[in-house]
């Protein structure tokens, strides 16, 4: 049987293999599922449910990378791995409230404060160690 991969998995699916890849250097897991026609779809809430991050800060990732909100997702559990990772979400969700600002679309600028606020308080960013 050939095996398809896919960027995530249900709890359900005991026929999968795991594989380890490295995004963006963090490092991650795909799932290899079988490519036959009994082989689950996903669905977006599928993806987004087996995030830590919320729909908004997800779209917030893939409007910052350009690119789809399934990879956005996957995205951002590889970041949520690391401290370097998270300071970069907040980066990123800082320079999405700039380009809104810089083109006048402050409806999205609160859309994205109002997803910040949501990171800031379930990913605050990392305290400075001191070495």
Do not use: W
């Amino acid at each position: 049987m050939g095996y398809k991969e896919t960027k995530l998995s249900t709890e359900n699916n005991d026929k999968a293999a795991h594989k380890n890849y490295k995004l963006d250097g963090l490092a991650t897991t795909r799932l290899l599922v079988p490519s036959s026609k009994e082989a689950p779809m996903l669905s977006i809430q599928d993806v987004l449910d087996y995030c830590d991050l919320d729909r908004g800060e997800i779209e917030a990732i893939a409007e910052h990378e350009h690119i789809p909100i399934t990879l956005a997702a996957e995205m951002s559990e590889a970041l949520l791995c690391s401290p370097e990772g998270v300071c970069k979400l907040h980066v990123m969700f800082l320079e999405n409230m700039q380009h809104a600002f810089d083109c006048g679309n402050f409806e999205h600028v609160n859309e994205l404060a109002a997803a910040y606020q949501h990171l800031q308080r379930t990913h605050p960013l990392p305290s400075l160690s001191s070495h």
